[in-house]
């Protein structure tokens, strides 16, 4: 491992300080300090000294997550088994189910391992185009096309910069938006009367969506869990509601 790695690794690990220390006023002080001191002194990598200046004693969390992702992106190395799975795509020129009139919206999704996963769900249920929000990372970046193994090459995509104004250009289209959040009272995925054409917004794997792109939304609709945990992982929430939606739309075709 050469110096800047390391570099890399210890702003990491001094930032996942902070983050565990979240709750505990004083020791949260004391981790961004210590973070602040160090990060700022590597003169030998500028981008981790600039993020130094992001930490200020009074940031939010979401505002740490915006040094923490650069950093874990420089450290991350991908290890997912899945990947060397032999694929079973069908044969080139073999007929395929047509897309279906639903764009999806990722909001800010931290993993580019999730990111391709999106990729890998949206092309097999026939997602017509999705759309990365945020600080997603989009699918120039090796990782992120490693785990979609060539789905972002047969999904349209494109960058589209803050979710709640990409909310507003899909509804101003005519295109509804349907938000995946755990809220209360929202329909559950399978038994919604999904439109068509209309959109499903994704949010972030820690903090959901926020509670403004959600009420930017038409709607919002739920996924019913019965275990302890109240969360799924962003690609296998996706997956289920995929499922649901195709299922409409097939159901519904004439």
């Not at 491992?1 to 565990?20: I, K, N």
């Not at 002194?41 to 992001?54: G, S």
């Not at 250009?169 to 038994?191: F, Q």
């Not at 939304?217 to 289920?240: E, H, M, Q, W």
């Amino acid at each position: 491992m050469d110096e800047q790695q390391t570099q890399w690794r210890e702003a990491h690990e001094r930032l996942r300080a902070v983050e565990a220390a979240w709750d505990d006023a004083a020791a949260r002080r004391a981790a961004l300090a210590a973070a602040r001191a160090w990060m700022g002194q590597q003169a030998a990598l500028p981008r981790l000294a600039a993020l130094a200046r992001l930490l200020e004693p009074d940031l939010t969390r979401r505002q740490l997550w915006s040094a923490l992702v650069p950093v874990e992106r420089e450290v991350a190395r991908l290890k997912v088994t899945d990947l060397e799975i032999l694929d079973a795509d069908l044969p080139e020129g073999a007929p395929v189910a047509r897309p279906m009139p639903v764009t999806v919206l990722a909001d800010s999704v931290r993993s580019a391992f999730n990111v391709g996963g999106l990729f890998r769900t949206a092309e097999c249920f026939g997602v017509a185009e999705v759309l990365l929000c945020g600080y997603t990372p989009l699918p120039d970046q090796p990782q992120v096309a490693r785990a979609a193994l060539g789905a972002e090459r047969l999904v349209p995509w494109r960058a589209a910069g803050e979710a709640r104004a990409a909310v507003a250009g899909l509804r101003a289209s005519g295109t509804p938006c349907l938000a995946l959040e755990t809220v209360a009272g929202a329909p559950d995925v399978g038994a919604f009367d999904w439109p068509f054409p209309c959109a499903l917004v994704l949010g972030n794997e820690r903090f959901g969506l926020d509670p403004e792109t959600v009420a930017a939304c038409d709607g919002a609709v739920r996924i019913p869990l019965y275990g302890r945990k109240n969360s799924l992982n962003v690609v296998t929430a996706f997956a289920v509601a995929a499922c649901a939606v195709r299922r409409r739309f097939e159901g519904g075709r004439t």
